[in-house]
């Protein structure tokens, strides 16, 4: 099974630096930044490509600075294989002995 793969977008203006989102990450892919926003405060950021979606850090914001977002499971279409069978007979210019 594939990982899960998330980001994270942070209003980095009206983040307060509460550190609250950095201690809820389960993996760990959060920090305060050294820099400040407009408000004086040092914001959240995303420091590692390990994020899984989990919403955890959006969940305990206080303020609401939080998006998630989730990469979608990509699934692939089940074809039954007679049908496989005839595209690559067509594609390769040869009759399948169904059609003769």
């Known amino acids: ?8 977008e942070i209003d980095i203006e ?4 509460c550190e ?10 959060l920090k305060l930044s050294t820099g400040i926003n407009k408000q004086g405060y040092h914001y959240a950021v995303l ?3 390990t994020c899984t979606g989990c919403v955890n850090c959006a969940l305990v914001c206080p ?4 998006t998630v977002y989730r990469e979608e499971k990509k699934t ?3 074809v ?10 067509i594609v390769a210019g040869t009759e399948s002995p169904s059609t003769k």
Do not use: Y
Request: glycine letters at 4%.
């Open 1 to 8: 099974m594939a990982a899960i793969r998330g980001t994270v």
């Open 14 to 17: 009206n983040c307060k630096g």
């Open 20 to 29: 609250l989102c950095v201690v809820a990450c389960p993996q760990k892919c």
């Open 47 to 49: 420091f590692e490509d």
């Open 63 to 66: 303020d609401a600075v939080i």
């Open 76 to 78: 692939m279409k089940k």
């Open 80 to 89: 039954p294989l007679e049908t496989v069978r005839d595209s690559a007979e």
